[in-house]
């Protein structure tokens, strides 16, 4: 009895490498367990679970007559003509893929071409038309997924209704392209005002990724044999949740529901020197939004000591340090990588906007309230900065992602907030960057049906905190890029690239040479000094907050 109590858990033995899988070790074995389905579907079983026997028993009675072919009703063929079909993908992998890639690009078009395969599905290829719609130049396309005015009945979209639709019938018999198509369908949601819709089909899709096994590797799976394609879509997918989960998390102020555990971080460990483009920035969002789950989780919190906000700010600064060269603010960047940094910026925000004491007399405000302020303000400019950019190269942002929406109008409240208070001599900078803020909305409005209700929330702050633009929206576009080319003649380059994000100068300009932010904090230790409040308490300084959420509509 003694030896069994001094074994611990982690040093029980394993049957790993004794040979054959054996009965015993199946009924007794202590290891992670996929097994394959009737339908060739694999299945996660951990330590504790009994059905791992079950599963696989009956499993290797039963032959799989399962076909991966493309089983759908051929009724849906003639909706999408091959010029809008090439249209659509021509979209989706400009503008779309590489910021919330949630499958593998060839493995994807090797399935569409064969209309096979178990890595491609109509409910997948229709989500992909329904995110690609929303953003078409073509006005009869782009009604099919956003309706002209809001639709007070709750009815969905034409496209949007034959993707859900496919996507229910999927889940009868759910796949990986089900957990895609999922995160996918989401998006559309979200754009959509529906977020409860969106945030539970994310949860399903995160689900459904635990059920399959997705969040181990293959070397620590028992009875597993996957190739190297299942285990690049296993990869890429389960990306694609963590992205979504954290996505959500923040957009919503949730916990997140994925736990970034030590062997889900193995699936996330830094790439090779073959690694493509895709997979680069696949693993750059990932690892970004990773340290943008530790936020959420740490302001979600009670009480978040100053040591854990230190570390967090080492983490987002340790993630830009180690930034591909490829994946580097430039002129004409591409827009993935303009929102990869945006999200950088707005990262930075929500770390030091808690200790920046928005709101706050001036005579209760401090030196780290006022350099956390500063941080603030000048990554609301990047923000802003970065939104002219892609309007300058892109044409507009009718094209931009969903998820660049949160990022402005966070920037959005920074900048009011900080006018308003009139804490600053020369706010004229701030106001530029404003005026491009919402002028970004404006054209996000075209796409994006929620912003149509966050412009009205920021119109209404506007008006109650005296904050005058000086012009309509409809003159946005005008001012901003007149302004823009000012800017750059006076060196200010509020429009230009940043190589910097969220360095700070004494007037907030961005140098084309890196600031060591790091080595900023470092220098002002005083500025964690004391612990920080719940957020209930610090959110009564937040403009969006006191108005009632823009976001939240479901």
Not at 362 to 381: H, K, V
Not at 494 to 517: K, Q, Y
């Amino acid at each position: 009895m003694a030896s069994l109590l001094s074994t611990s858990p982690g040093s029980l033995p394993s049957h790993e490498g004794d040979g054959d899988d054996n009965i015993i070790s199946r009924l007794c074995g202590r290891q992670w367990k996929l097994n394959s389905d009737e339908e060739g579907q694999y299945k996660f079983f951990g330590p504790t679970s009994s059905l791992h026997l079950t599963e696989s028993v009956s499993s290797s009675l039963l032959s799989s007559g399962y076909s991966h072919g493309m089983l759908e009703d051929a009724t849906l063929d003639g909706i999408i003509d091959f010029d809008t079909h090439l249209h659509l993908l021509d979209i989706y992998w400009n503008y779309q893929h590489t910021i919330l890639q949630v499958f593998d690009k060839e493995i994807f078009l090797d399935g569409l071409r064969t209309k096979q395969g178990k890595y491609f599905s109509k409910a997948l290829l229709f989500a992909v038309y329904a995110c690609a719609a929303r953003i078409s130049d073509r006005p009869g396309l782009r009604a099919m997924v956003v309706p002209s005015q809001d639709d007070p009945s709750h009815n969905e979209p034409y496209l949007v209704s034959i993707a859900a639709g496919l996507v229910n019938e999927e889940l009868q018999r759910p796949r990986v392209t089900t957990i895609q198509a999922l995160l996918l369908l989401s998006v559309i949601y979200c754009s959509l005002s529906k977020d409860t819709k969106g945030w539970i089909s994310t949860g399903v899709a995160c689900s459904l990724a635990i059920d399959f096994g997705l969040h181990k590797s293959g070397d620590n799976l028992a009875s597993a044999q996957l190739s190297n394609r299942d285990l690049k879509v296993r990869q890429i997918t389960y990306w694609g949740c963590l992205l979504f989960d954290r996505f959500w998390a923040k957009y919503l102020g949730r916990p997140v529901s994925l736990r970034a555990e030590d062997l889900e971080l193995e699936l996330c460990r830094p790439l090779g020197p073959d690694a493509t483009w895709d997979t680069k920035i696949a693993f750059a969002w990932v690892s970004l939004l990773l340290v943008v789950g530790n936020i959420s989780d740490a302001l979600n919190r009670v009480k978040c000591s100053p040591e854990t906000l230190q570390a967090l700010d080492e983490q987002l600064q340790n993630w830009y340090n180690n930034l591909d060269a490829e994946l580097r603010y430039g002129q004409s960047a591409p827009p993935s990588v303009i929102l990869l940094h945006m999200e950088y910026y707005s990262s930075k925000i929500h770390l030091y906007r808690p200790t920046a004491n928005f709101g706050a007399s001036l005579a209760t405000t401090e030196a780290q309230d006022r350099i956390s302020r500063s941080i603030c303000i000048a990554n609301a400019e990047n923000v802003a900065s970065a939104t002219a950019d892609y309007s300058n190269i892109y044409g507009d942002l009718s094209t931009m992602s969903g998820i660049g929406l949160h990022m402005i109008a966070t920037a959005t409240t920074i900048l009011i907030a900080n006018i308003a208070e009139k804490r600053s001599v020369d706010t004229s900078r701030q106001m530029r960057a404003l005026q491009t803020c919402i002028r970004g909305l404006c054209e996000l409005e075209k796409t994006y049906i929620v912003a149509r209700r966050v412009r009205r929330i920021i119109r209404l702050i506007l008006s109650l905190c005296h904050v005058d633009v000086s012009c309509a929206p409809q003159a946005f576009e005008q001012t901003v890029r007149t302004t823009g080319a000012s800017s750059r003649e006076d060196g200010l380059d509020l429009f230009s690239g940043l190589e910097d994000p969220g360095s700070l100068t004494e007037d907030f300009s961005f140098p084309h040479n890196a600031t060591d932010m790091a080595g900023m904090v470092t220098e002002t230790m005083s500025f964690w000094s004391e612990e920080i409040p719940a957020p209930s308490s610090y959110r009564e300084y937040d403009l969006m907050f006191n108005l009632g959420s823009a976001f939240n509509y479901t």
